[in-house]
């Protein structure tokens, strides 16, 4: 009887053994099993607020040096990375028929200059004649007051010094259009020599040569640039900083500068301009940052990211932004009471970017908070904390 | 009165607590073969729950984004926003790729979205969400990606900041979700050598390569290396706004296709994953069967093995209910032992899987319930067997 009844219970106890596996398995396991989450608490400290946006090293003065006239280009001076002065020649354009339209200027002068010199002598000539004519006139009146002449031929002579003195006029009015026809051809001359300048490119400032974008040979259009020289004290950064972030930059906030050549260094730099007009269509606010010190060598067009520093917050509450969720609209918190949770409103400040979130009100120091879960939480959900739900890496 | 079921068990224990183990890994199998169809589906239903979104805006006349490719401007989300109703709007892309991980690539969807609107993964199992707006990067666990590596998607590294569980495609590729101009990015960007290749052959065209127009081909070079699309618009409506009427209002005036949340399971289940669905249904049924004839053998051929003894019982004046009640109460406890055995083995090894596989507790109790239906019913055709015994076989045989 007795090894019946051990029998007995060993079986009974075999069944609910098995019957206790199979419920833990249901309840641990499967859809049914709680929630994993990790909870944290809410902190009181420091907070930096950062926005954060990538951008390109441009030259805040670049300069397109290019012809006025189409032209073809004779000689190219300088190459990528020449440094220049204000004045120097950098370029030179073919001034195809320019000397010799001087030239011809030059001739028409010096030959006005021999029209000038015979008109002067002609001048000369006719006030000569228009002397001998008035004093023969002269003569001819006295003689005919004493009545040794007829009128006749008293008439005759002053006609004679009138005509005498018209010539005279007339070789004055030549040489002044010679004179005229000089100035206008040594006008002709300085028109084409200044075009002739024109064909030659110098630097207007002190400078890198950034980039020669044709060779000798090449026809460009007027505009067309040649060389580019930019002023490399004027690197800064163009920086695309997305709407939604940009909104607390401001001229001189503090920022790091990493060029992507070199992303171990970080730079600083400061905020220069934020631009007026945003871009409509990427959405980005562009903000131009210089650096505090200017790299050795930094390529134009180099993408950097910039990170702008936009508030420091001395001492507030804050939550890891993992633990901000939103639900109908409302943001906030899930937390845990008695293995289950309940979401819990609050009023949210700035967030930084290693992940933290400023609590502006609803919530205490130290209060505890849902920050991780294996799914989404609903009200009242079972659920149990764990230190973490994924094992951290090796 | 002595049991005899129990009896005769504890007499031949070991035989019969292998043949239930046995039983059980085909059980357990068949278990895990619910656990990956209800896992397709499932998979199916998570993704639709990973954005939080109640309306998919797509191209128009698509099945779109997970069915069918669909390209929608990236700035349709503003005229969006302006249909009554509609309180968050977000744009999301996806492009499935390699990403390589370690000397080997990991197969990933990626997932552009703008971080704080619909289309962010709601859950993180550890790090933090996304606050740069460029190269940081959230990993569903299953991509190997750990926290704070960095991993190098086509041009730029994205450090991983966060980790999501159970965010996967249709197809089962896990996501990694980047911020959306990133994704544009890598969805439009080549390598450089096909960039450069690109540039050379725009270059070549004289219509775009004219000789007095300066700056036109920067201009059109400019222009092809931008991308302004998305796949898909995620809202988020108001509450108590009845989605169907809004979804009706994009449909007719902003010409674009919209699907709520009961369409998009329906495209997903019913179009996208249903041959997959029903090869893996055809094969659940054909397991049943197959496994409902082992134990029904199994129970038949036990019974059958006991001739001798049931004869004896026969002879000494056992009723031909007792005779019955033992081999219903064997059978039954067969069926037990095995279910047990591999509700655990599949629960255990259900994690294992490369793909979900969900154990639903409905289908356990329902699994429960035909595994003691077959064995009752195999047990009543071993007792037909068995009353049909000859006693004389006891001393005959």
């Known amino acids: 009887m007795n090894l019946r009844l051990g029998r007995k219970a060993t079986l009974i106890a075999v069944g609910l053994g098995g019957a206790a596996l199979l419920g833990w398995l249901v309840m641990s396991q499967g859809p049914l099993a709680p929630t994993k989450v990790t909870v944290a608490t809410v902190e009181q400290g420091p907070l930096v607020a950062s926005t954060f946006g990538i951008g390109t090293v441009e030259a805040r003065r670049s300069y397109a040096l290019g012809p006025t006239l189409a032209s073809r280009v004779a000689r190219v001076l300088v190459d990528q990375g020449d440094v220049v002065k204000a004045g120097q020649l950098v370029a030179e354009l073919d001034p195809v028929d320019l000397e010799e339209r001087v030239a011809s200027g030059r001739l028409a002068a010096e030959r006005a200059g021999s029209t000038i010199r015979a008109a002067e002598a002609q001048l000369a000539e006719t006030q000569s004649r228009a002397q001998v004519a008035v004093s023969a006139a002269r003569r001819s009146a006295d003689l005919r007051a004493q009545g040794f002449v007829s009128q006749e031929a008293t008439d005759t002579k002053g006609h004679e010094a009138n005509a005498a003195k018209a010539a005279v006029d007339a070789s004055a009015a030549q040489l002044a259009a010679a004179q005229r026809d000089r100035d206008r051809a040594l006008a002709d001359v300085a028109g084409v020599g200044k075009l002739r300048a024109q064909a030659r490119l110098v630097s207007p400032v002190d400078g890198v040569v950034s980039a020669r974008l044709v060779e000798p040979g090449t026809t460009v259009v007027a505009g067309q640039a040649v060389l580019q020289v930019i002023d490399p004290a004027s690197l800064w950064i163009k920086a695309r900083i997305d709407q939604g972030q940009a909104g607390g930059v401001r001229v001189g906030q503090p920022a790091e500068i990493v060029l992507r050549s070199d992303p171990k260094r970080v730079y600083s730099g400061k905020v220069e301009r934020v631009d007026w007009v945003s871009d409509a269509v990427t959405e980005e606010r562009i903000v131009n940052v210089g650096f505090a010190e200017r790299p050795a060598a930094v390529p134009v067009g180099e993408l950097v990211e910039v990170t702008i520093r936009t508030a420091d917050l001395a001492n507030v509450r804050s939550v890891p932004t993992a633990a901000v969720k939103r639900v109908d609209r409302q943001d906030g918190v899930w937390q845990v009471s008695a293995g289950r949770v309940a979401f819990r409103p609050a009023k949210l400040g700035i967030t930084t970017l290693d992940g933290r979130s400023q609590i502006v009100d609803g919530l205490d120091v130290g209060d505890a908070v849902v920050v991780h879960s294996e799914r989404a939480l609903q009200t009242e959900g079972k659920v149990t904390v764990v230190p973490a739900i994924v094992r951290a890496a090796p | ?397």
């Open chain 2, 1 to 397: 009165m002595i049991n005899l079921a129990g009896r005769d068990i504890l007499h031949g224990w070991g035989k019969f607590v292998f043949t239930g183990v046995g039983l059980g890994l085909l059980i357990g199998v068949t278990l895990s073969m619910a656990g990956i169809y209800r896992g397709l589906v499932d998979d199916g239903q998570a993704l639709l729950g990973i954005g939080g979104a109640d309306l998919w805006v797509v191209q128009r006349d698509t099945l779109g984004p997970y069915a069918e490719p669909s390209n929608v401007r990236d700035d349709a989300y503003r005229a969006l926003l302006g249909v009554r109703g509609v309180a968050e709007a977000g744009n999301v892309t996806y492009l499935t790729m390699q990403v390589q991980h370690q000397g080997g690539d990991v197969r990933v969807m990626l997932v552009g979205f703008e971080p704080g609107h619909p289309g962010e993964p709601g859950n993180l199992v550890a790090g933090r969400p996304i606050t740069r707006s460029h190269y940081e990067a959230i990993a569903d666990e299953r991509t190997g990606f750990r926290l704070d590596e960095r991993i190098r998607i086509r041009r730029h590294e994205y450090t991983v900041v966060g980790l999501t569980r159970r965010t996967v495609s249709s197809g089962g590729d896990p996501m990694l979700f980047v911020p959306l101009q990133d994704a544009q990015e890598v969805q439009f960007l080549k390598d450089n050598d096909a960039l450069v290749n690109e540039r050379a052959r725009t270059a070549a065209n004289p219509a775009f390569n004219r000789p007095g127009v300066p700056g036109l081909l920067e201009a059109v070079q400019a222009s092809q290396a931008s991308s302004r699309t998305v796949n898909v618009v995620m809202l988020r409506l108001a509450p108590y706004t009845d989605e169907t009427v809004v979804a009706r209002e994009i449909r007719r005036w902003k010409h674009l296709e919209a699907y709520t949340r009961a369409d998009m399971e329906e495209i997903l289940i019913a179009k996208l994953i249903a041959t997959s669905a029903k090869q893996i249904f055809m094969f659940l049924v054909i397991l049943s069967v197959v496994s409902a004839a082992i134990v029904a053998f199994i129970i038949y051929t036990m019974t059958l093995n006991k001739v001798r003894e049931i004869a004896v019982l026969k002879l000494i004046g056992a009723r031909n209910r007792t005779i019955a009640g033992m081999i219903l109460q064997q059978g039954l406890g067969l069926g037990a032992i095995g279910f047990i055995v591999g509700k655990t083995a599949a629960t255990l090894w259900a994690p294992i899987f490369p793909k979900y596989v969900l154990l639903l507790p409905g289908d356990a109790v329902l699994g429960a319930a035909l595994v003691m239906a077959i064995c009752a019913l195999a047990s009543i055709v071993a007792i037909r067997a068995a009353l049909r015994i000859d006693p004389a076989a006891a001393i005959g045989g």
